[in-house]
């Protein structure tokens, strides 16, 4: 028994270090293994292909080579790379139906890529709401505003300042000491479970946890409010019905994507560590990281023209 307690642990520092996790995953519930790897298999497939085709027809297509269009493309990579971080791991679980094992560098990596991933798209969000104030409230100064090299930087800015901040997390997070149990309430490596399980202080940790969400839930937010109530303000201000009615069109999808994301983002991050409920951020984290992935392709297609033109004209081209 010694044995294979040592094998999974090194002596390190006095302490017993654990080098590899246990996510828990949907275990405690094993009559609905089955309905959900049905589930999150079809939600997986459908989130890849959705923003695999988003990503295909905003570069093949000129007509929607656009600033609106070209940060779609971003948030659909986004997509991908945060629902690629977190189902895989949680269906081969579901799969094997055994312990769901996971090591300490697998664990850092994954928390690396969703933070990074979930936190982008926040950040282009409030881009995104932006890009809408300008079109809708200052139409004549659009094409200078949001020229190729200012969208490019706005890109560059939201990756490069959201990996810094998941670096920063997964960095104050590697440097905890972890000397059991192992066990994650989750199915995925999270801050908070995380946080949970060290044996070490955490106050640097909750500190850093705390100004992302003041970060990223508060400021962020609160742009994004304030673009659409000016939004609001310059279309009811507009006499023409017809107006309305198309500025409304161009930001609704936007604003559905938004009050969706920030809520599932809101329950699952936005409280302290202490009144963590494994429950609620597992349901709250299947929003943000799967639901919502694979509907955004559908959200900001199914309405759009351009993009059914773009879609039809691609598969008409398969099929000669």
């Not at 409010?225 to 409304?248: N, T, V």
């Not at 349901?283 to 039809?312: E, W």
Request: charged share 10%.
């Amino acid at each position: 028994m010694q044995d294979i307690v040592m094998s999974n642990m090194i002596l390190s520092s006095n302490q017993t270090m654990v080098t590899e996790f246990v996510l828990e995953g949907f275990s405690e519930n094993p009559s609905l293994r089955l309905l959900l790897i049905g589930c999150f298999l079809t939600l997986y497939t459908m989130a890849l292909i959705g923003n695999i085709v988003i990503i295909v027809l905003v570069t093949s297509s000129t007509g929607l080579h656009s600033p609106m269009y070209f940060f779609l493309c971003n948030l659909a990579t986004m997509d991908i790379v945060c629902t690629s971080s977190v189902l895989p791991k949680a269906l081969l679980g579901l799969v094997l139906s055994e312990e769901n094992t996971i090591s300490f560098k697998g664990c850092m990596s994954q928390l690396f890529f969703l933070v990074w991933s979930a936190s982008s798209e926040l950040l282009l969000l409030t881009v995104m709401a932006y890009d809408r104030y300008v079109a809708i409230c200052h139409p004549l100064h659009y094409s200078s505003r949001m020229s190729p090299h200012m969208c490019g930087a706005l890109a560059f800015s939201v990756w490069s300042i959201c990996a810094l901040n998941a670096s920063i997390n997964t960095g104050l997070m590697t440097r905890l000491s972890f000397c059991g149990p192992k066990v994650i309430t989750h199915f995925f490596c999270e801050i908070p479970p995380l946080l949970l399980l060290s044996c070490s202080p955490t106050y640097v940790n909750s500190i850093m946890t705390l100004v992302a969400d003041a970060f990223y839930g508060g400021i962020n937010f609160f742009l994004t409010l304030l673009s659409y109530g000016c939004i609001i303000a310059s279309i009811l201000r507009m006499r023409s019905a017809e107006g309305k009615q198309k500025a409304f069109s161009t930001c609704s999808s936007h604003l559905i994507v938004v009050c969706v994301y920030y809520s599932s983002v809101f329950c699952a991050y936005v409280s302290p560590a202490s009144s963590y409920s494994p429950e609620r951020s597992k349901v709250t984290s299947v929003l943000y990281s799967v639901l919502s992935p694979t509907l955004n392709p559908l959200i900001y297609t199914l309405r759009n023209k351009d993009v059914k033109l773009a879609l039809g004209r691609l598969l008409s081209s398969f099929s000669h």
